[in-house]
């Protein structure tokens, strides 16, 4: 949030995954919870809504670890 609200020229990439447990749609739906949550607390925060992007992934299927897979990754993006 600090370096959101310090840098007005810098948005964020969330991408939610999950593990491979359970359904695809259930695990979709997962992921689309842990990144829309992540969002809510950045726009409460102070952060436009317009600066932050999403996306939801499902499962992971690279992480071969069940507790590793279950994340929100965050990335800044720097506007030229």
């Given at each position: 949030v600090k370096i959101?609200?310090?840098?007005?020229?810098?948005?964020i990439y969330i991408k939610g995954f999950t593990?491979?447990?359970?359904?695809?749609?259930?695990?979709?739906?997962?992921?689309?919870?842990?990144?829309?949550?992540?969002k809510k607390l950045l726009v409460s925060k102070g952060i436009h809504p317009t600066r932050i992007l999403t996306q939801y992934h499902g499962i992971d299927y690279i992480s071969t670890?069940?507790?590793l897979a279950r994340r929100v990754d965050i990335e800044l993006l720097i506007k030229n």
């Open positions: 959101l609200l310090a840098n007005p020229t810098v948005d593990s491979n447990k359970g359904k695809p749609i259930y695990n979709e739906n997962i992921s689309l919870q842990r990144t829309e949550a992540v670890s069940e507790s």
